[in-house]
């Protein structure tokens, strides 16, 4: 038996078996390899779905991978605690979106100073590593880190202190000052950042308050930049179908355009009458408006002596001082 034969027919065998990585088509396939995509743009072929379409399927999708992880693992690499991870270039296919993009957001005085001195924003966890019990604890809180020195067993004592020291009186001593010293900033944070919104409202009123002086009532003023649109009141307008309650503002509204017109509304009693419906006059203001603020025991006295004859100063004058 030749050797040669039976090398050649167990190379078919595994050919056949494992195809090869080089993916061969008509129109080539179109990857974007930052969304990890590919799209075939080749027709489908009738005659291979009709007969198998599951097998038809799988080569085609077995033809996209190959030809997606085959450009992957051309891209440059990081190393990671995971392994080499594959650096994605940016991504050549515009995908459609509901809303635009986000605006970038304006970087505070904190951002600023922080870029400029290399400070780099990291979240602090609330797990800190113990190398005497070898585990995770909590940072602060109930057997937290914090309180490690008012709560272990032995401790130092330095020679210049008195023989009275107590080392976790101290350490509790010393803990509670920075909590009140936390609490201290935080409160004169919070004070800080109402002074300067109240400052904010009122250059925002001010701002609004100049665009209504201009004559077209500054519908056709710039903006500024990051300057709110101002709240107006909103009208509200009745509903224009039937409704049951149209009888009876038709007929409030017939009674205002009836009415006189008064200089100064009357003022309404307060106490409950079903059976009144006129407006009643302030007895208790008119007397006091007709007595000049004397009262209503001055007023009847007033109105029971009768009234003197009396002339006034220029009277006088023409009739000679007679009287």
Not at 44 to 68: C, F, K, T
Request: net charge positive.
């Amino acid at each position: 038996m030749d050797l040669s034969a039976v090398v050649a027919q167990q190379t078919a065998a595994q050919a056949a078996k494992y195809k090869s990585v080089a993916v061969e088509k008509e129109i080539p396939l179109e990857a974007d390899v930052g969304l990890l995509t590919i799209t075939d743009p080749n027709p489908i072929d009738a005659e291979a779905y009709q007969a198998d379409r599951e097998a038809h399927l799988q080569a085609l999708a077995r033809d996209g991978v190959q030809v997606l992880l085959a450009q992957v693992f051309a891209l440059p690499t990081k190393s990671s605690i995971h392994g080499p991870l594959a650096i994605l270039p940016q991504p050549t296919t515009r995908l459609p979106r509901a809303k635009p993009l986000p605006k970038q957001r304006m970087l505070t005085k904190w951002d600023k100073f922080a870029n400029a001195k290399g400070i780099s924003h990291r979240k602090r966890i609330n797990k800190v590593w113990d190398e005497e019990k070898q585990e995770w604890v909590a940072r602060w809180g109930y057997r937290g880190k914090n309180k490690e020195a008012e709560t272990q067993w032995l401790h130092e004592i330095p020679s210049n202190k008195p023989d009275d020291y107590d080392p976790r009186a101290e350490a509790r001593k010393a803990r509670k000052e920075r909590v009140a010293k936390n609490e201290l900033a935080k409160q004169k944070n919070l004070e800080y950042n109402a002074r300067m919104q109240a400052k904010r409202d009122e250059v925002d009123r001010s701002v609004a308050r100049s665009r209504m002086s201009t004559a077209s009532m500054g519908r056709f003023d710039k903006t500024l930049e990051g300057e709110k649109k101002p709240r107006g009141v909103k009208r509200k307008f009745a509903a224009n179908e039937a409704s049951s309650n149209e009888k009876e503002r038709s007929l409030a509204l017939i009674s205002k355009l009836d009415g006189k017109p008064a200089s100064k509304k009357a003022r309404v009693d307060p106490r409950p009458n079903p059976g009144r419906t006129e407006d009643v006059l302030n007895v208790r203001k008119a007397v006091k408006f007709a007595s000049r603020g004397a009262g209503s025991l001055a007023l009847g006295r007033c109105l029971e002596k009768p009234k003197k004859r009396t002339m006034s100063k220029t009277a006088r004058k023409k009739m000679g001082g007679r009287h």
